[in-house]
């Protein structure tokens, strides 16, 4: 038993916060805050990207471009189990037409300050994706694109911004009446999971996308007041309070609440996400001097 728990403390953080479906929604609110310069861009470079024709198979959108943009923003997920990239204690694999390398890069998707495993660099990360982005040199621009837009998502995931010693909740167990094939999973799969399920595209993405579109936009703030926001959610209402028969329970309150923040999260990851864009990609006008 104590091996097994040591194991499980090795394993690397598994699935990345939010599901597929939130990357997704928080990409769509995104794609709202963009001008139209920087949507024909943002396009533009992801069409530069080795797996632009992957993305344009799976998306469902009337409009490929934004369908492509959608499917871009779970990238750094679907690179965890894709044999053409190597985690780095194994060796490397042939490198992508214009990609400074072909890691992984697990730890990217957080900062765990709280001692139940590696680190993480999220924070960090954001602010040297964005200088890439905004260097103009197409070959880096088109590796950071797909990062930046999973991570600033990934960042309003109050789990993936710290925990209790638990790996980010994912060696805190509870009991989730509300799934009733899977009632006890992971504090940090439940929260991973509240957007929706995760295949939701086209049509089925829009009742969810109007209730994040109707909520008020958050001021814009900066990467580390960001992280701050979810590490105060951490200490407050992310953790269940109520015992279960075994465990944790979520009981109706607590799943409502949840639901509440995390709609409210993946709605300022989106917006901020968004105007992040336009300025980093918004060419400055000869005579404006630069920034
Ligand atoms: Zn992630």
Redesign the pocket.
Known sequence: MAYLLALLLLLPLPA??WNAAGHRLVAAVAWQEMTPPVRERVSALLRRHPDHARWLKRQQEADADYGVFLEASTW??DIRRDPRFHDADEPPTPRLPGFPHMLRQTHW?YRDASGGGPAGEIDTRLLSLADELASGREAEQVYALPWLL??VA?IHQPL?TGGRGDRGGNAFEIENPYNPRKPFMSLHAYWDELPGPPWLRGRHLEPPLRRLSALPPPPQGEVAGWLAESRELLAGPVYPRVSGSLLPLVTPEFHRRAQAIADARLAAAGHRLGRWLNRLLTPVSPGRGSR
């Open positions: 990345g916060a750094p997920d998707h999973h991570l990934d993936h």
